[in-house]
């Protein structure tokens, strides 16, 4: 039997503004889609965080039994600096500043996006397709729209036509906005005078000559309107109606709400049951921006390479620390927060090696049962995972009194402990014990061994035995062990 069977899900749905019980469209299954990030630069901190939310949702469905197929997609091309269709694809150019091929700025940041999310023990989606691979489908779309009466074509590009969609549909129903208002709020920009409203949204953009990104299509040689891709590949994987989209929260609008559209004109129904919307990050209690130098790179929190944090930081720390707030809540990024973040999660995972060394016996002083429904009942209750760790928390008191001999458990306890502290802290949470105080202590010896050679090494050139210092210097060298020579001593790198 599997436990989705026992376990009840509530997930807050942005759509109605209401947790409500989780059933997907077929029994066992479900199927997920949430916007990957738009390959044109290193992936930015609150992205990870917001893939983050899903990769835990993802192996909580897992966990729970269901048959999850999660599609996550790379925006490779089509999406404009600015949002209202204006201005230059992103990803072309970022090939025109550094003078390369487009391709060549979508291979060098997805293998970047893929390489930290391996770093932060990332489960991979079911399948993770790309907009360039998906013109044909996103052609086929436009048509449809086209057909529905809810798209125009002017000097070859396409729009979306939003006043008249919303004479029989409502634009606005997921970010809570209405037409009379956006046409009262939206500017009027340069560029967009083929438009017939200012509301209205391309599907397909007609190419500059000097565009390199294009594709031939009825109307223009081209490329498709940042929304599409998104319906597109999200109904050819999971069907033209589908239980979970999820995104970031600067998604809404008018991303999603774009895409709720398109595919209401395109087939005749809404796409998605649950819309779910990961909260944003912040740092030190403001937005972050590399240009006031309020930024970090995911990958400076491993290095320690940035001036707002006062050392590294291992990934499980990095993840634990993020997944100690809601998804739906803003998260401030603080080296305060990184430092007791790593204090707790070095607790818990003494905890989880101390539980193989525990004594049992023939009483328990602690209700394991009850204990571990109420691990299930916060993650049922809309994958509240800062509950979820308070009561890993509560275990983790229980574990160190049975340590010290102030409580006691049975085994057949121990076991439950043993196997639910391992479900919900590895596979849910998807934290690593590399980090643990062993590979702490591994590294702090060879730290201690590698200063002791520089000791010696000193000794020799004091003595002016340079034969043996250039040897220590060497054969360090070749284990992969450099030596840097400066004005504070000498310092060390492993590769
Ligand atoms: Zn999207």
């Known amino acids: 039997m599997q436990l989705y069977t026992t376990q009840t899900i509530k997930i807050y749905n942005s759509l109605t503004g209401e947790k409500a019980v989780f059933k997907p469209i077929n029994t066992g299954h479900v199927g997920m889609y949430v916007c990957g990030p738009t390959v044109y630069s290193n992936v930015h901190l609150g992205n990870v965080r917001t893939f983050m939310s899903f990769d835990m949702i993802f192996r909580y469905l897992k966990h729970l039994g269901y048959k999850v197929r999660y599609v996550r997609n790379i925006t490779d091309a089509g999406h404009l600096e600015n949002d209202a269709d204006v ?11 550094e003078e ?4 060549e700025v979508v291979q060098r940041y997805t293998v970047d996006f893929h390489n930290i999310l391996n770093k932060f023990n990332f489960l991979p989606p079911s399948i993770e397709p790309t907009a360039t691979g998906h013109i044909i489908e996103q052609i086929e779309l436009v048509k449809s729209i086209i057909e529905n009466g809810f798209a125009y074509e002017v000097n070859g590009s ?20 209405n037409v009379e208002d956006l046409i009262h709020n939206t500017r009027v920009l340069d560029g967009q005078s083929d438009k017939k409203n200012p509301q209205d949204f391309a599907l397909w953009k007609k190419a500059e000559p000097q565009h390199i990104m294009r594709w031939p299509s009825p109307w223009s040689d081209g490329f498709p309107g940042w929304h599409l891709e998104c319906t597109a590949m999200s109904t050819k994987y999971l069907g033209d109606h589908f239980d979970i ?33 990961a909260n944003m990050l912040i740092m030190n ?8 130098g309020n930024f970090i790179l995911p990958n400076e929190i491993f290095t320690g390479d940035n001036p707002h944090i006062t050392k590294a930081f291992s990934p ?5 620390f993020m997944l100690q707030a809601h998804y739906r809540s803003v998260l401030d990024f603080t080296n305060d927060g990184l430092l007791a973040s790593e ?16 004594q049992t016996s023939n009483t328990s002083t602690f209700d394991v049962l009850a204990w571990q429904q109420k691990c299930y009942d916060a993650m049922n209750d809309d994958f509240n995972t800062p509950i979820l760790i308070a009561h890993l928390f509560e275990a983790v008191k229980h574990i160190n009194q049975v340590n010290d001999g102030s409580a006691s458990i049975t085994q057949n306890d121990l076991d439950t402990l043993k196997t639910t502290m391992h479900s919900f802290v590895f596979d849910i949470l998807g934290l690593q014990s590399q980090s643990t105080s062993e ?25 002016k035995d340079f034969k043996l210092s250039d040897q220590i210097r060497d054969q360090l060298a070749a284990m992969g062990i450099q030596l840097k020579d400066g004005k504070e001593g000498t310092t060390f790198t492993v590769n």
């Open 87 to 97: 201005g230059e694809d992103r990803i072309a150019k970022k090939a025109r500043l």
């Open 100 to 103: 390369i091929e487009p391709m």
């Open 158 to 177: 396409v729009y979306f036509d939003v006043l008249k969609f919303n004479k029989t549909n409502h634009y606005g129903k997921l970010s809570k906005r």
């Open 245 to 277: 989209h999820g995104g970031g929260m600067d998604l809404k609008f008018p991303h999603h709400e774009c895409e709720i559209a398109q595919n209401e004109a395109a087939k005749g129904q809404s796409p998605v049951n649950y819309w779910m919307h």
């Open 285 to 292: 209690g403001k937005k972050m921006a590399k240009s006031t």
């Open 316 to 320: 499980s720390v990095a993840r634990f």
């Open 343 to 358: 204090k707790g999660f070095n607790r818990l995972m003494e905890a989880i090696q101390a539980l193989d060394g525990l």
């Open 439 to 463: 590979n702490a202590q591994s590294e702090d010896k060879l730290s201690q061994v590698v200063e002791l050679l520089i000791k010696m090494r000193q000794e020799a050139r004091a003595n």
